[in-house]
Antibody
Framework: EVQLVETGGGLVQPGRSLKLSCVAS????????MYWIRQAPGKGLEWVSS????????YYPDSVKGRFTISRDNAENTVYLQMNSLRSEDTATYYC???????????????WGQGTLVTVSS | DVVLTQTPVSLLISLGGQASISCRSS???????????LHWYLQKPGQSPQLLIY???NRFSGIPDRFSGSGSGTDFTLKISRVEPEDLGVYYC?????????FGSGTKLEIK
């Protein structure tokens, strides 16, 4: 059974840093791109970052580019999100997600973790 | 960036009724490979989102045939027939044709 478990959220002051982790199990972690998606309280979903299978390629929207860094450790089945220079607008639940691939088809964001809440406030 | 405009913002549907949600894109979602990467998700209260429909019209595993997706280019629709209590929540469209990936703003389905 696929499981994605995010940790590392909490209360942080504006301008400070926080690192989120997502431990994966139930699938061959090193074969899948991984993603972070966030949801501000009472708001919609926003894609935050993507990382390819070996960690050599990463992608971000402009809203976090230069401040957030996604990385992965395939030996530990873990994907990380390093968040620097945090702002109040980064307050959100952060979800880790993966696609499912089967018989040549890709099912986008087929699996999600339960999310971890990051609150940026003084 | 691609903007996905979802309408309506909310829906109040009777049990057994039909719901229709529109997702309009600011640009064509047809990829250079010919595929259209427009997908639909449902976020039930207190839960993480779940995949319903991928690539416009394909139901994900375990999704009942009451859910159907259609559309092309910039105009897409999710229909839910014979609405049941477990269908309540917020529905989102997502495009992965262009970077950055973008979601629609969501449609809240409430049951009468």
């Amino acid at each position: 059974e696929v499981q994605l478990v995010e940790t590392g959220g909490g209360l942080v002051q504006p301008g400070r840093s926080l690192k989120l982790s997502c431990v994966a199990s139930g699938f061959t972690f090193s074969s899948y791109w991984m993603y972070w998606i966030r949801q501000a309280p009472g708001k919609g979903l926003e894609w935050v970052s993507s990382i390819n299978t070996d960690g050599g390629s990463t992608y971000y929207p402009d809203s976090v580019k230069g401040r957030f860094t996604i990385s992965r450790d395939n030996a530990e089945n873990t994907v990380y999100l390093q968040m620097n220079s945090l702002r109040s607008e980064d307050t959100a639940t952060y979800y880790c997600a993966k696609d499912q691939a089967r018989s040549g088809r890709v099912y986008p964001f087929a699996y999600w973790g339960q999310g971890t809440l990051v609150t940026v406030s003084s | 960036d691609v903007v996905l405009t979802q309408t309506p913002v909310s829906l109040l549907i009777s049990l057994g009724g039909q719901a229709s949600i529109s997702c309009r894109s600011s640009q064509s979602l047809v990829h250079s490979n010919g595929n259209t990467y427009l997908h639909w998700y449902l976020q039930k209260p207190g839960q993480s989102p779940q995949l319903l429909i991928y690539q416009v019209s394909n139901r994900f595993s375990g999704i009942p045939d009451r859910f159907s997706g259609s559309g092309s280019g910039t105009d897409f629709t999710l229909k839910i027939s014979r609405v049941e209590p477990e269908d309540l929540g917020v529905y989102y469209c997502l495009q992965r044709t262009h970077n950055p990936f973008t979601f629609g703003s969501g449609t809240k389905l409430e049951i009468k």
